[in-house]
């Protein structure tokens, strides 16, 4: 496919980045990965959440058949000791650890992100990655 020289320059091609000794670009970046793990870590902690939420209707469901079949037993330990038990103790459930990250850890990294980046590169993201995509670009001309 050929390149279209009519078309703009993208940024990563136009705007120069920050200067930036390479301590500092390394670091920036290491912080821009670590918000992407806890943007990931939140991810999962969702999937983990609807996880147990399904997990927990289908013996919501089982409860129910267990009655009908006159099994009142084991229906009544799926209402008392399973279906109101929390995820991590007796009174928390997962949207409570979801939440918790979320408000927490989450939020405060996403904060210190924009912080470095503000301080470090004018707010500019993927500093690293825009200088490797520019030097890739600039090698392949040559080739």
Not at 27 to 53: D, I, K, M, Y
């Amino acid at each position: 496919m050929a390149i279209d020289d009519t078309f703009p320059e993208s940024a990563a091609e136009s705007e120069p980045t920050p200067a930036l000794s390479e301590t500092e670009l390394e670091a920036l970046h290491e912080v821009e990965l670590g918000l992407e793990w806890a943007q990931r870590a939140q991810g999962c902690l969702l999937e983990f959440h609807h996880a147990t939420g399904h997990g927990m209707d289908h013996l919501s469901r089982a409860e129910e058949l267990l009655r009908a079949a006159g099994r009142d037993d084991l229906a009544a330990a799926i209402r008392a000791d399973l279906l109101p038990h929390g995820v991590v103790d007796d009174d928390r459930w997962s949207y409570d650890v979801l939440e918790n990250f979320q408000e927490s850890l989450l939020a405060e990294t996403r904060s210190l992100e924009r912080r470095v980046r503000r301080e470090l590169a004018d707010g500019e993201r993927h500093v690293r990655e825009r200088r490797q995509e520019r030097a890739w670009k600039r090698r392949a001309d040559e080739s």
